[in-house]
């Protein structure tokens, strides 16, 4: 079955770095658009960004662009959120999420928290 599992999230300071992933299984990775999504505290979940099934294509949010960059590995099958210079608002649980026959898959979420 289709599994997601989100990694890489933590307590930071603002203005710091971190790099999360996803690793899958339970499909052909390569084969599909992948994205992020993101839930704040007392927030619905918001949408971060996607990438193409080759990589090649992005798509993000206006509220993060410039800090926020999705890339993958489709020989690991793993997809990553790169986020730079971050923000106390950032604090959130990040998901990563893909669709497959007409199914939406999430992983469990990984917690950031930005604060000094």
């Known amino acids: 079955q289709v599994q997601l599992a989100e990694s890489g999230g933590g307590l930071v300071q603002p203005g710091g770095s971190l790099r999360l992933s996803c690793e899958t299984s339970g499909f052909t990775f390569r084969d599909y658009p992948m994205s992020w999504f993101r839930r704040a505290p007392g927030k619905e979940r918001d949408y971060l960004g996607a990438?193409?099934?080759?990589?090649?294509?992005?798509n993000y949010a206006d509220s993060v662009k410039g800090r926020f960059t999705i890339s993958r590995d489709n020989v690991k099958n793993t997809l990553y959120l790169q986020i730079n210079a971050l923000k106390p608002e950032d604090t959130a649980v990040y998901y990563c999420t893909v669709e497959v026959d007409n199914t939406r898959f999430w992983g469990q979420g990984t917690q950031v928290t930005v604060s000094s």
């Open positions: 990438i193409a099934s080759n990589g090649v294509g992005t």
